[in-house]
Each structure stands twice: as C-alpha cells, then as structure tokens.
C-alpha cells in the first residue's frame, strides 16, 4: 500500500490558494445558455386560440379556452419539454433562457384577449 | 444492432426444466416479468448468454395464479419472484426468499394485477384551475422578479 | 453459540440517500445475512405507458432516474423505434452516443464522490462534484436542460448541436479530463480510500455470474460483459473494449468506474471526430408501433432491459424496465454476507443503488 498523500495535498492546496469554483449565486449569476430550457413564455396579442398547444402538453399544464379566449399555463406542472412550443403556428409561444424562479406555490400565469385589433 | 431475440411460448410444467437447461448451458437470468391480460398472466423469462438473449412465455390462468420458483435453479430469482409476487399476486410455492408480500411496499396492495382503468381528467376553463394553496397571478400581469 | 441481533439498516440512513431497506442480522459486529426491501417510492410507471400516448411515453421514460436519465429515454426510443421499423439518421445515432457517455461520466463522478463522503472522505467528494459540474453545464449547453436531457424523441433528437459547439465541447472535454485525472490519481493511490474499500465485499466471478450481477458489479468480478458490445446506437462503430477488474472487491469496482471515466471521454472525442452530417430525425406521422422487443442497454449502473409490446394502437400494451439495481439486489446480498457492519455503507454504495430507479 502507498503511502502518498501527496496527490490529494496538491489538490486541497491548490485549490484553496484559487479562486473558489462556486458562484455566490443570487448576486452573481451565470449568462444562460443559448440553449436553457428556462420557462415557457406566451405573448397573447399573437395568440388565435388554436388550443393545439393545450392538446400537446403532456402535463396539460396548458389549459386554452377558444370561446372565452383565455390562456393560462401552470408553471408548476410544466416540465418544459417544448411541445407547445413547436407546434405553435403562430409562434405566440416561446421558451425563455431564464429560470423560472423557485415557487412557494402553485403559480398559475393566466391570460385573457379582451379586445382584437380591427382588420387593417 | 444485434435483435434476433426469440420468443417461445412454453407450458407451465416446463418451467422449471427449461430454467435447469438454461443453466446447465451457461445462461444467466436477465429478468422475469409478468403481464396482465383479460383472463391470464403472461409470465415471461430472459436469459443471456454471450449477448444473445433468449426469452420464454408461459400463461398462468387468473383462478389459479401459481407459478413454481426457481429459487433453486437461479438463487437471483428471488427478486424477480417477489416481485411479481407483490405486483401481480401470484402464489409462488417454493420460493426461497418469502418476503410475504413485503418485498415491494406499495401503497396499493397488488397493483398490477388488474385490467387498467384510464381515467379520464377532463381540462376545465382556466379560472377552474384555482385551487386552495395556489397563487393565480391576474390576466396579463407580469410576475414579479 | 451467541445469539444473533437484528439491526434495521435504512431507508433513511446518513450515507445512503437511497430508499433501500435492510435488516442485518448480526453476530457481534459481524453481519450474518442480510435481507433487503424496497418499494418506498413504487410509481407505477410501467402501467402508465398503457395510458398514455407513445410518443409522450418517451418523457415519461426519461423521468424514471434523475441521473441515468437520457439512457432511459435513449432506450424507450431505440424500443420504439425497432417496433415501428424506423431507421434513426446516423447524426442522431452519434449525437444520442455523445450525451449516453456525458451522462456515464457524471453518473460514475457522482457515484465517486458519494462513495469518498461513505468512507468520510469529505474534500474528494467535493472535488468529485467539481468536476461533474463542469460535465452538467456541457449538458446545459448541448441540450438545455441539465438533469432531464429532453433531446430524444421516437425518431431521433429533437435538436441538432452545430459544429462549433461540438468543437468547443470537444476542447472542454480534454480540459475536464485533465481535471479528472488528478482527481482519479487520489482514488487510486491514497491510502484511505485503499483501506476503506480493499479486500472489502468480495464477490468471486461465478458467483457474480450466476447472481445475474450487471455493469461494473459484473466487471469488477473479471467477467467481460459490457451490453454496449451490442452495438447498439453507434458503439459498434467505434474503439473500445469492455473495462474489467478481477479482485472482486469494492476497490476493483471502484477502478471499473474510474477507469470507464477515461474511456468515455475518449468515446466522446471519437463521435465528434466522425461526426456524420445530414438529418437529425424521421417523420412517425401515421405510423404506430406494432409487435413486441427486448431491448438492451449499458447503463452507468449496468445493463438495462426494456420489454416492450404494442398492437398498433396509440399507447403500449406492455412496457417493462427491469433496472440494473434490480439484478444487482441478489448480488449485494451475498456480498453482504460475513462482512463487518461498518463496511456494509461502503458496500451497499459499491452497487452504485439507484433505488428510486429501481421502482418505475
């Protein structure tokens, strides 16, 4: 058996004289990916109220309603998987680099198109 | 890739005997797992030996769910068998490790043996969503962050 | 002869975060037999592949283990797949083989520093967990998520890396590898991890053989089995030989893990050298999933089996995993036998248990 501390001194030493390799994280925060799948975004001007996107979430986080014209979306059921998000035709859904910030409860954003712009 | 994997179908008094066979050629258990139908239990065996899988059916009727341990040909066997034991509720006689139906805790005793029942849940509007301990933030406002 | 105790060992222990119950029976420090239980967290997501869709199935299969998580969906796939008759594009193939490895190496990294904080050996576990930190923002980078992959879909992956990423992560790799290496270097010559783990849960080759043991359990033992031999997804493709140890013991198995670290960083950087261009999945539209496959993976933990049956309708009649933990319950147990009750954290550990993944 060898006796050689030397490999984990080296290490411990070097690692205490660097700089650490955490993030003193809510101050200092890490630019997102170009590819993180932070949360599901939705721009209801846009929205025609298809409700295909409600028919492809897994989770039916998603629930559209044609008649009322509202769409509402459970961020604590969404797993963002991207489903709405690449079968929406009118590309009123789009998924956002940012996090979704930590939840206390069940965080329901919903949304209602009360008036539409009269044909140009 | 390599899928030439053969499925027979065998009878129940064969069970054991092929299991001995399977041994004495060198295979090794890969898994047993149990299926439910209408009216039967589909119990199938794998076995492996040099990257070629061999796999075996036998039928178990529901009035009789019975199905001989192979605790003594394959000492592995025992996880499998309680497992089926606990999922699907077999009666495996001779089983060297009888958890007693204890082996897998479910909540639901048996929960596998079953037809599955899909239930239905229907999307209401999205003001149904609402419940007690959930925070519904109002139409078109922007969360806080 | 004195009577035996019995010492329930679980499911909340300080060094094993796994939902896996033991009763050790005792004599003195000295464990007579062990008889473990499982099912704290049983989910039943087999019987949830026969209600839903196929194709949301995949996401489904993703989520049985947090941290095999892509070889999962990677093998609900390939399982689908061959059901359906799809040939995958080879991009894909190579893409799907790059993240199975990225996720071997953090699923071994991880397992490394669980088992340095088993053995009470704090800063390697810390040191561990740096290195895979820098594996799961690749992961990020590649596919946007970093636990749940999310890339793979029946018919291939659902985005495509450009070929300026997959340089950069190519670069990054031989970095991380650097890194590693220091880190393996005290696996393997400090003098704690040697008496912690040497000589320690023996487990002879025939034994583990006819235990049905898998993955580096089996390998540990000097038997040459490695499911990826298959050549399934672009394995048969590239250079490699199975990794194997012959002690039997904790530290062989412990070596297996090491040394297969090495070998999936240079699996990496084979795919991206022969990284083929051209499409990166196939259409399913009208078509349905039809007859029945057994389906075998390599999973970090060892070899993983699916079952899969359908009868052309939209969901599975019959999904079934059988999970490497699963094979290797029979094995602990005899490994467990006559070893001292403070080696038995170290030992059930060696196993690399993912007990949640274990109770689909």
Same mark, same amino acid.
């Given at each position: ?120 | ?145 | ?204 080759? /025939?034994?583990? &053989?006819? @235990?049905? *043991?898998? !993955? ?7 038997? $040459? =089995? ?76 060892? /070899?993983?089996? &699916?079952? @899969?049956? *359908?009868? !052309? ?7 079934? $995993? =059988? ?38």
């Amino acid at each position: 058996m060898s006796w050689s501390w030397l490999s984990i001194s080296s290490l411990v030493t070097r690692s205490a004289l660097s700089r650490p390799a955490t993030r003193l994280y809510p101050v200092e925060r890490r630019e997102p990916f170009r590819k993180t799948r932070g949360h599901v975004k939705f721009v209801v001007d846009d929205c025609n109220f298809c409700t295909i996107c409600a028919h492809k979430c897994p989770t039916r986080a998603i629930v559209a309603n044609k008649k009322e014209k509202t769409w509402a979306i459970d961020h604590s059921l969404c797993i963002l998987c991207g489903n709405c998000v690449e079968d929406c035709r009118e590309g009123c859904i789009t998924l956002s680099n940012d996090p979704w910030p930590p939840m206390e409860a069940k965080e329901v954003l919903s949304f209602r198109k009360d008036f539409e712009l009269p044909p140009a | 890739m390599n899928l030439e994997e053969s499925f027979n179908d065998l009878e129940l008094a064969q069970w054991v005997a092929t299991a001995e066979r399977q041994r004495a050629d060198g295979f090794r258990l890969v898994q047993m797992t149990g299926t439910a139908r209408d009216d039967h239990f589909e119990i199938m065996i794998s076995y492996d030996k040099e990257y070629r899988c061999e796999n075996f059916r036998v039928r178990i009727p529901r009035d009789r769910p019975e199905l001989p341990s192979l605790s003594g040909v394959f000492p592995a066997a025992f996880t499998y068998e309680n497992e089926l034991k606990d999922l699907f509720g077999l009666a495996v006689p001779g089983l060297a490790v009888d958890y007693g139906g204890g082996f897998l805790r479910t909540k639901t005793k048996i929960p596998f043996s079953g037809s599955v029942t899909v239930k239905k849940e229907k999307p209401g509007s999205a003001s149904s969503r609402k419940t007690a301990d959930s925070k519904v933030v109002p139409f078109n406002a922007k969360r806080e962050e | 002869m004195a009577s035996t105790t019995i010492v329930p060992f679980g499911p909340q222990h300080p060094v094993l975060p796994e939902p896996i119950h033991l009763d050790l029976e005792l004599d003195d420090e000295r464990v007579v037999q062990a008889l473990p239980s499982i099912g704290y967290v049983h989910r039943g997501l087999e019987l949830l592949a026969e209600r839903h869709d196929y194709l949301e199935m995949s996401q489904v299969a993703e989520r049985i283990c947090g941290i095999c998580s892509f070889i999962h969906g990677q093998g609900y796939c390939q399982g689908v797949e061959h059901l359906m008759g799809l040939e995958v594009p080879p991009r894909a193939v190579y893409l799907r083989t790059i993240w199975a490895e990225i996720s071997r190496i953090q699923s071994h990294l991880l397992w490394l520093g669980l088992s340095a904080d088993a053995f009470g050996f704090e800063s390697l576990f810390q040191h561990s967990w740096r290195i895979r930190e820098m594996l799961v923002d690749i992961i990020e980078e590649t596919t946007g998520g970093r636990v749940i992959f999310g890339v793979c879909k029946v018919g291939g992956i659902r985005k495509d890396v450009d070929d300026e990423t997959l340089q950069r992560v190519g670069r990054r790799i031989r970095e991380i590898e650097a890194a590693y290496e220091e880190v393996a270097r005290v696996f393997r010559e400090d003098p704690t991890v040697q008496k912690r783990t040497a000589g320690v849960g023996v487990l002879g080759a /025939e034994d583990a &053989y006819a @235990l049905g *043991a898998v !993955g580096p359990v089996l390998r540990g033992s000097g038997v $040459v =089995r490695d499911t990826r031999q298959l050549g399934y997804a672009a394995y048969g493709e590239l250079d490699w030989e199975p990794v194997v140890e012959t002690a039997g013991d904790c530290y062989a198995r412990c070596e297996v893990r090491l040394r297969e670290i090495s070998q999936s960083f240079d699996l990496i950087a084979q795919c991206i050298d022969r990284m083929p261009e051209g499409k990166i999945d196939v259409s399913v539209k009208g078509k349905r999933p039809q007859g029945e496959t057994m389906i075998r993976l390599e999973q970090p933990r060892g /070899e993983v089996c &699916y079952y @899969l049956m *359908a009868k !052309g309708r939209k969901n599975l009649e019959r999904f079934r $995993v =059988r999970t490497p933990t699963f094979a290797n319950i029979a094995p602990l147990v005899q490994m467990l036998k006559g070893c001292e009750l403070a080696d038995v954290p170290v030992i059930v550990l060696t196993i690399d248990p993912c007990v949640s993944c274990n109770e689909r």
